[in-house]
Structures are given as C-alpha cells and as structure tokens.
C-alpha cells in the first residue's frame, strides 16, 4: 500500500507509492510478505516525503528487509539524484536537531489543497449490507433521528453514521470475518480483504495505507489511514479492525473520498517549519479535512 524502502545511505534513495493492500511499515510487522515494490520517486507534488516508521528503518541494508514481491533493488542504480537529504546527513541548523531520519526536500514542496466527500448515501448503504450478508430491504434495517442507518441480524450489527462512520460489529464467529491464522500477516491481509469488502477500494484519488498493527495476547489492532498525493490526512487511525484470535470482533471506517484541487497550498518553507519543532521533532506534512471536507496542507508540529 506505501512507500518503499530501499537503501538508505544513497542521496538518490527512491521510493513509490503502491497499492496500500501488501503495504505494512510498523516495527512490529513481519516485512517478507510486502509485495509489488517498486523503485520510483519518492517526491510526490515536489515532496519527498517517508513516513515516519520507515524512516526509522531506512538506514538497514535491502536484506535486513527480506521483500519478497516485484521489489528491483537492482534499478536503485538508475536513480537520479534530486538534493533530497536526511537530517543526519546535515550539521546545520535547523536540521540537524530533528529526527535524524526526517527527509529533507531541497526544493519548496509544491502541494495543492484538496476537497473530501462523503459517499455514504442510501445506495451505498444498501450495496453495503448486500455485501456483509444483510437484507437491506428487510425489518432489520432502522433509520434513526440523527441519520443513521443501523441493521441487526443474527451475529452481526451494522451502523452507518451520517458523517459516514461505518461500524461493524461480529458478535459470534463467523468464517467469513477470519483470518487463516493469528499470525501478523493474516491478520493483516483479513483487515485489508474486508475493508475492500466495505468500501470497494473507492477513495477518489486517494489511498488507504496500513499503519500499524498492534498484537496483545490474543487481541490485535490494525489501524489504516488515508493519504493523498503521498500526504497523509488527519485525523490518523480512520479505520480500525479489531480480532480475537483469528476473528474480527469489529471493524469502524470513516469512510471518505477525496480528490486534489489544481489550487496550491501555502506553506512554510522546510526550514522555518524545522525551526519550530521540538528538537528531535519528525518534520513531515499532513492534510487536515474542515468542516466543510476542504483540506489545507502544513507541516505537523507535534
């Protein structure tokens, strides 16, 4: 689902965004089953952007990764340099006090804003209980005061809000909400199956990234995002899948569809933005969405 690592002491450290479903950049998850990598360029609208987890990562070797996929380490050698540097790779300041790992772009980012939607209407709402197994039609469903849509049927409860929080709830086990086993890969690939079950993998120009996978005994968390033009979007952990074992107890996703407008967004430039974090502070961009779904870019200041 996202960005690539590769060698990480080279300037032309090249990276691609990809499809977000073989995609896992948590310490905690088991790298060899990240599929379809491909060297590109990791400056998306002139941002040469990593997340933060991989930059944590970046400085191991391609072995210490253990890729198995369409990973070409080997075009690594046609990459062309673009002045983009990490933070340790510089004495001065305001750099050289940030996370060591933050990416600096040696040219202004160019973002544009953007604009989010919610595709939550009836007939998705309806196509959506088809898909889980509900009767949309049926005396199951119930449509509240405040807009939102509930069903209930035998081991399963759907809500959907009217700001388009999907919830659902399996309340005994099913075989249809599993995974093959407990493992972090499984785990992983049953979030990413019925998330593409609950939304159609239809997010308008954006993607949904996994972020991180949490494992507790027997209970697990994956929690995934959305990003757009290689941004990611507040508020992160929109999505959220919840097992027992190898069951998924719960699922909630804010369900969102964005696009980017040809309107550039202004911001800082990289070393004023440096300037004002906490030292050892990541310097990284987010999207944040208004009320009015309108995204305005800026650096992250936490």
């Not at 998306?44 to 933060?52: H, T």
């Not at 300041?93 to 595709?119: E, F, H, K, M, R």
């Not at 409860?157 to 700001?163: G, H, I, K, N």
Request: glycine share 10%; net charge neutral.
């Amino acid at each position: 689902m996202l960005v690539k690592p590769v060698q990480a002491r080279a300037r032309k450290l090249e990276f691609r965004l990809d499809n977000a479903r073989d995609f896992a950049h948590e310490p905690r998850v088991d790298f060899r089953k990240v599929g379809n990598f491909f060297v590109g360029n990791a400056r998306q609208n002139g941002v040469a952007q990593v997340e933060n987890s991989f930059r944590r990562w970046a400085h191991k070797p391609f072995d210490d990764f253990g890729f198995v996929g369409n990973f070409r380490p080997a075009e690594l050698s046609a990459a062309v340099p673009d002045g983009s540097f990490f933070a340790f790779e510089s004495d001065d300041a305001p750099y050289s006090a940030l996370d060591p790992l933050s990416l600096i772009s040696a040219s202004s980012a160019a973002v544009c804003t953007g604009l989010g939607t919610n595709p939550c209407d009836a007939r998705f709402i309806s196509a959506l209980a088809t898909q889980i197994g509900i009767n949309p039609y049926g005396d199951a469903r119930f449509v509240g005061n405040d807009g939102t849509t509930s069903f209930t049927e035998t081991g399963l409860r759907l809500r959907v809000s009217a700001q388009g929080r999907i919830e659902l709830q399996i309340l005994q086990p099913d075989d249809r909400f599993q995974s093959a086993s407990a493992g972090a890969l499984d785990r992983i690939e049953a979030a990413r199956s019925l998330l593409s079950r609950l939304t159609g993998d239809s997010y308008g120009e954006a993607r949904v990234y996994l972020q991180s996978y949490r494992a507790d005994g027997q209970s697990a968390v994956c929690t995934f995002g959305y990003y757009l033009s290689g941004i990611e979007i507040a508020p992160r952990g929109a999505i959220e899948l919840r097992f027992d074992g190898t069951q998924i107890t719960n699922a909630s996703v804010l369900y969102r569809s964005y696009t980017a407008s040809s309107t550039p967004a202004a911001l800082l430039p990289a070393a004023q933005a440096a300037a004002c974090l906490p030292k050892g502070g990541t310097l990284r961009l987010l999207y944040a969405e208004g009320t009015g779904g309108e995204l305005t870019a800026g650096w992250e200041t936490e």
